[in-house]
């Protein structure tokens, strides 16, 4: 029996490495941006790893599954080459390089571990909330499948374009910027798209609209912790995220796994929101907890994120979201409990903002 080791060329080698997922993550190290590079000289077998983490444990555990993997196909003669990078470098060349939405001076995220939490209900209301605050607020519906920002904000014509450029104008109503899937294709056709094609489709909303000058930027994630996520927290410097849950057990698992997976990426979780958090009876004003009761605030001390307020299950916020009324644009309660919602979150923005800049 010959002592050879089996001679594979780089594309087999990569190819091999597709099998290997990120830790966590039903994605592979490869589409992950993980394998900067592979050589093969003869029997030698080099690899250059960069993460863009400083958790060494998870450099580790990529390590020795690719060791494993290439050690099982007969390669012994293997070089792993590992680079870590801070967290703050890996922003700053984001924010130098391939800031897809340059204008915008902050972005974040809201997220949802599941759907029916209504998670496009409150991004639309915290973005109407936060240019109540005086801020130049824009809103992108990277909901590509469910896109539900046109309803929620009453969008109904196609977005124009910007003359002399490949670019369009974002659609505007009650004082903010938006854009969303659902404003340029028939709300009527879905979207049979596989994953890279939905992460592609979200990046040309952000590159292809003149969103201009703007303070911030709400994203409107589609539920879970899929392919969107993970490309926006890898083209986007976001300045954290939001995370919308119910209070019962069900959605508040899933909230935790949002957290997870934005702490995994390095973003900053900026706290929870309990949606549909009590319902008060229109007749005898009492108070009847649906779905239970502080379970998005219990998350919240126990993974020691904020917790940013309860909104109530109303008549008033379901029909503004089917008629185009944002609650948040009116003057009652329930448009204060959106703004004291929304200066948190700006409040925890600069927030850190100011630690990023000390």
């Excluded at 966590?24 to 190290?29: A, P, T």
Aim: proline share 5%; hydrophobic share 40%; charged share 25%.
């Amino acid at each position: 029996m010959s002592d050879e080791q089996p001679q594979l060329n780089s594309k087999e080698v990569y190819d091999l490495l597709k099998t290997v997922k990120y830790p966590g993550f039903s994605r592979d190290i490869i589409s992950f941006g993980i394998v900067r590079k592979v050589t093969v000289d003869g029997s030698q077998v080099t690899i250059d790893l960069e993460f863009s983490t400083s958790n060494e444990g998870i450099s580790k555990k990529v390590s020795a599954a690719v060791r494993q993997l290439l050690n099982s196909q007969g390669i012994t003669a293997l070089d792993l080459r590992v680079v870590h990078k801070s967290p703050q470098t890996v922003a700053e060349e984001k924010k130098q390089t391939d800031n897809p939405i340059p204008g915008a001076k902050h972005v974040i995220a809201v997220a949802s571990g599941k759907g029916g939490v209504g998670k496009s209900t409150v991004a639309a209301n915290l973005a109407v909330a936060l240019g109540k605050l005086g801020l130049k607020v824009g809103l992108l519906d990277a909901d590509i499948h469910g896109p539900s920002v046109p309803m929620l904000l009453g969008l109904k014509d196609e977005p124009e374009p910007v003359e002399g450029k490949k670019k369009l104008k974002p659609m505007e109503a009650y004082g903010i910027k938006a854009m969303s899937m659902g404003v340029l294709v028939d709300s009527s056709t879905p979207l049979v798209w596989r994953g890279p094609m939905i992460s592609s489709a979200v990046e040309q909303l952000m590159r292809d609209v003149e969103w201009g000058e703007l303070d911030i930027i709400v994203l409107d994630l589609p539920p879970g912790t899929g392919d969107i996520q993970l490309t926006v927290a890898q083209k986007v410097k976001l300045s954290g995220a939001v995370i919308v849950t119910t209070p019962q057990d069900l959605a508040v698992i899933d909230a935790r796994k949002g957290i997870v997976m934005f702490r995994k990426v390095e973003v900053k979780v900026l706290g929870l929101v309990e949606n549909m958090s009590y319902f008060i009876c229109n007749h005898c004003g009492k108070r009847t907890d649906i779905f239970s009761s502080g379970g998005a605030k219990r998350e919240a001390l126990r993974h020691r994120v904020p917790f940013l307020g309860e909104i109530p299950l109303l008549t008033g916020i379901r029909e503004g979201g089917d008629h185009g009324k944002p609650a948040a644009a009116g003057d009652d309660e329930v448009a204060q409990i959106f703004t004291k919602i929304a200066q948190r979150v700006w409040n925890a923005v600069e927030q850190t903002a100011r630690v990023e800049i000390g």
